[in-house]
């Protein structure tokens, strides 16, 4: 199977009003979230997916570095084709960290090759489901923490993740 593109699409969700939060003795403003969606496509009509940061800078390296080297290789082994770009451009850490975000669309575009879901690629399923949890705001009351959470139990997930510390303590210490 040849790889015949791969494509980084930056993704930005405007809020209709800015979020502001307390941080770090300041206040931190969200005008919007960002993400971004890898595409690999081969020339036989295959295409894998896979999420990756969303910034113009990941974007610009995959476009500029990775799919160049990726582009017009056989995709018989994922983890070869890792292990080559680690010894070539790969040896950046940051580029060898986005790598291995296109890495998934590869695996991806095998498991479609194959009929076969990435986990059985991967050594097999191991378990039947997962439990999930809610993970939602950050750096607010504890009133508005516990209707987040309610809201969040409404939906049916039986965990919550919450952020409460608004800004680091010195006297807060974790493996004290």
Known sequence: MKIASVRAHLLSFPFAEPIRLPFYGGERTILKRDAMFIRVGTAQGLVGYAPGPGSAQAQRAIQETIAPFLVDRILADPDALRIQFLEGPGSDPELAKLYCCV????????GKAHGVPVSELLGGRVRDGIRLYGSA??????????????????????????RPRSAPSRTWRPFA
């Open 103 to 110: 890495e998934i669309a590869l695996y991806d575009l095998i």
């Open 137 to 162: 705001g950050m750096y607010m009351a504890p009133e508005a923490y516990a209707a987040e959470a309610a809201a969040i139990a409404e939906l049916g997930f039986r965990g919550y993740k919450m």
